[in-house]
C-alpha cells in the first residue's frame, strides 16, 4: 500500500510540475487541463497514505512525497542543461 501511495503522489507531483509554466524538462508545459490529472492523483495520493499510516502520519508522508518530487525536479532540469524561462 505504501508503495501504491507514493507512485501516485510522484506521478501527481510531477504531471504538476510539467503543467507549470516554470517547468524547465519540456520545451513547453503540459495543457491546463493536466492539472486536474494532477489534483486528482494527489488527491489518491493523500487518501492512500492515511489508509497505510493513519491521519497524521499519512498527510506528512504525502507532503514529504510530493515535496520530494518538487525540489528533485528543478535539479533535474538544471543537470540536463535545460533553459529555465527567466521572468
Known amino acids: 500500500m505504501n508503495l501504491h501511495a507514493l507512485l501516485l503522489g510522484m506521478a501527481g507531483a510531477v504531471l ?19 492539472r486536474v490529472l494532477a489534483a486528482s492523483l494527489l488527491a489518491a495520493s493523500v487518501a492512500a497514505w492515511i489508509a497505510a499510516a493513519g491521519l497524521g502520519a499519512g498527510i506528512a508522508a504525502a507532503l514529504t512525497c510530493w515535496v520530494t518530487a518538487w525540489v528533485a525536479l528543478p535539479y533535474l532540469a538544471w543537470w540536463r542543461g535545460a533553459k529555465v524561462p527567466s521572468r
Do not use: C, F, N, T
Request: charged content about 10%; glycine content about 10%.
Open 16 to 34: 504538476a510540475y510539467l503543467a507549470s509554466a516554470r517547468q524547465g524538462l519540456l520545451a513547453k508545459p503540459l495543457p491546463g487541463s493536466v
